[in-house]
């Protein structure tokens, strides 16, 4: 009994200490025309360019680029997570980067763009916009962070198809199956100028979906959280890895998690909205509709509507 309560109370600290050590942000607002609430619960998950916390020799070793080049902090990553409120399977779908959107108040422009021009709140009214779909939660990741966790659980499971060599970053990833640290982990997640990445930003997205299966898998397996070595590291790069929505709360990123951890098992529907062609500039308006009615709906989607 005495051991049921220490753990029972070491939960509730550990529980305690999250929910108020994670960067919050306001990124959920209500505004004119917002789209109305619908079935199930979405999420969108978001990976920065923030070099926060970074020293320049970090920012090298890491190869995240010259932040200049972007015109300021973007998103390398947009991730609409649909848990719904049925037995359909949670979708995780990929927003590519240079998807040309309009943004409000500024035009059309690549879907990143929001992000430098007005932070967290105006994507996700800029996502909420162009999908119809209204988001409940907001995560976001940045370089550093994302590298921490990575390295705090001592390294991600991956079976790589064949060589990765990124001529933009210098980063060379063999074929096989191996542990990526975070170094090679970011550097997965961000390939698109490699022969193994042919479809450029489709293959960076459709990598990225397959990494945050086996992340999350992996941080919610036994060897992790029974692993002090591996736990205690990941408790400590959480809070300045992560930042949610002020209105979100440690028990709705658990509930994320836990619907995220079928994707390596076919457990979650995962792709990229449906686009016109390889740039990924332009989304397919009918496959689109359809896409996004699914989700409102928590119905099966469409077979054929998902870029994989």
Wanted: proline residues 4%; negative net charge; contains cysteine.
């Amino acid at each position: 009994m005495t051991l049921v309560l220490i753990f029972v109370l070491f939960l509730g600290g550990v529980w305690a200490y999250l929910e108020f050590s994670i960067t919050r942000v306001d990124a959920l607002a209500d505004y004119d025309g917002r789209p109305a609430a619908a079935s199930g619960t979405n999420w969108l998950v978001v990976g920065s360019d923030s070099r926060a916390g970074l020293s320049a020799a970090e920012e090298e070793n890491l190869a995240t680029g010259d932040a200049d080049e972007a015109g300021g902090q973007r998103t390398d990553t947009i991730m609409v997570a649909h848990i719904p409120d049925n037995s359909t399977k949670p979708t995780l779908l990929s927003l590519p980067r240079d998807s040309q959107v309009k943004i409000p108040g500024h035009g059309t422009s690549k879907i990143n763009a929001a992000f430098a021009l007005g932070g967290p709140a105006l994507l996700v009214k800029t996502v909420e916009g162009v999908t119809g779909l209204r988001i409940d939660h907001y995560a976001e990741i940045g370089f550093g962070g994302f590298a921490t966790i990575v390295d705090g659980i001592g390294g991600v499971d991956m079976c790589v198809d064949q060589d990765m060599n990124d001529s933009m970053t210098g980063i060379d990833i063999k074929a096989g199956c191996q542990s990526l640290d975070g170094r090679s982990a970011l550097g997965f997640v961000r390939m698109r100028h490699s022969s193994a990445t042919p479809r450029s930003d489709l293959d960076r997205v459709a990598n990225q979906r397959k990494f945050i299966g086996a992340l999350v898998g992996q941080i919610a397996s036994p060897g992790t959280l029974l692993n002090p070595f591996h736990f205690f590291p990941l408790l400590s790069a959480a809070p300045d890895a992560l930042t949610m929505d002020s209105g979100d709360h440690v028990h709705n990123l658990a509930g994320l998690a836990m619907a995220m951890r079928g994707i390596s098992s076919d457990g979650v529907l995962t792709g990229t909205v449906p686009v016109t062609d390889g740039s990924a500039e332009h989304w397919d308006k009918t496959k689109s509709a359809q896409l996004f009615d699914a989700l409102k709906n928590d119905t099966e989607v469409p077979d054929g509507v998902l870029v994989k």
